[in-house]
């Protein structure tokens, strides 16, 4: 029997990825995604968001081009990860495994 994704309701406030981890999964999942839409699957204000797409930019792990009106980003999959417990592997092995799509039967 597969496992089903935990309701964040019931998920007792808490994950296991940070609110850093999640923008950079969106990002890369789309990179063309609208801050507004970021904040909504991400769950926090798009004032937030904001801010942690210009700290990731800050830090390198985003970068950022205008197209037009819009802004499309990208992922630096070779940064490391920012804590000693980590600091060994890069973003690639963190976000590479949440892009793919999982079949279920």
């Not at 019931?10 to 839409?37: G, I, M, Y």
């Not at 909504?40 to 390198?60: N, Q």
Request: positive net charge.
């Amino acid at each position: 029997m597969p496992n089903k994704p935990v309701p964040v309701e019931s998920a007792q406030n808490w994950t296991f990825l940070s609110n850093h981890a999640h923008v950079l999964v969106c990002v890369a999942k789309n990179p063309d995604v609208r801050l507004s839409e970021v904040a909504e699957l991400v769950g926090v204000r798009e004032r937030t968001a904001h801010r942690i797409v210009h700290e990731l930019i800050d830090a390198g792990y985003i970068s950022v081009k205008k197209v037009g009106r819009n802004n499309v980003y990208s992922v630096d999959l070779e940064k490391p990860l920012r804590h000693p417990l980590e600091a060994e592997h890069n973003i690639h092995a963190i976000v590479t495994p949440l892009l793919k799509k999982v079949k279920r039967s």
